[in-house]
């Protein structure tokens, strides 16, 4: 008894499927050209005659043993270099030239920095003292450093440009420190309170002291806010001819 089949069964070794397959293909019409834009379409034929194997390999070039001399040309390799031989590297030429051990006697060379010399030691003119005590003087608490301040800027010249710099800064400093204390001395009138004016007082003589280091040791010192009453005192202030 055969087994049931569906119709999705198929069996590859049928011996009906080849002749049920030439039938379908025999049935079938071969497609015929359509005209394309108006005009008439012909099937095109291979005229090229398709090569067989053994002609192909007729029409090869015969093998070359590997072992010739002969050689491929390297891509790599200029075609000036292929054919050169090796050669030994060749030795640098030795400088002969040499430096002279000593500068020529007519190379100008500065005369020695003195070891005993120290930054702000020169002597000021007009003041004939040391430039760090010129510097330190108009920071000195009090009318004392107004004073000097004054009177180097009446006696030192404009070349003295550091020294200048620091009389004007401290005049100008001074006058800032007794129009502030005025205004603390009028509050303490008023309220009673001695308090503003006295935390007022301390912390301008710290700064007054701090001045007068940083000045003596040569310290770069600048006041931002008292740079344009310095301007106008150093231009007012003109040095005695």
Do not use: C
């Amino acid at each position: 008894m055969e087994p049931k089949r569906s119709k999705y069964d198929t069996n590859p070794l049928d011996e009906g499927v080849a002749d049920r397959a030439t039938d379908a293909f025999a049935s079938k019409a071969p497609p015929s050209t359509e005209p394309i834009d108006g005009r008439a379409t012909r099937e095109i034929q291979a005229t090229v005659k398709a090569t067989t194997r053994p002609e192909a390999f007729e029409s090869e070039a015969p093998t070359r043993r590997i072992d010739e001399p002969t050689s491929y040309p390297s891509v790599f390799v200029p075609p000036k270099a292929r054919g050169a031989t090796y050669e030994s590297p060749r030795r640098p030429v030795e400088n002969i030239y040499q430096a002279p051990p000593v500068p020529p006697p007519s190379v100008y060379q500065p005369p020695p920095i003195s070891v005993a010399s120290k930054p702000g030691s020169n002597t000021v003119a007009g003041l004939n003292i040391p430039e760090r005590w010129a510097k330190l003087l108009p920071y000195v608490p009090g009318y004392i450093g107004a004073i000097a301040a004054v009177v180097e800027l009446l006696l030192v010249p404009r070349t003295e440009t550091k020294t200048r710099f620091h009389a004007a800064q401290g005049l100008a400093l001074q006058i800032t420190i007794l129009i502030i204390s005025g205004a603390f001395t009028f509050l303490t009138l008023i309220s009673g309170s001695k308090f503003g004016a006295g935390v007022f007082r301390f912390a301008a003589f710290v700064f007054l002291i701090v001045s007068m280091i940083r000045a003596f040791k040569g310290k770069p010192h600048y006041i931002a806010p008292l740079d344009s009453p310095r301007k106008w005192l150093d231009e007012k202030i003109k040095p005695r001819k």
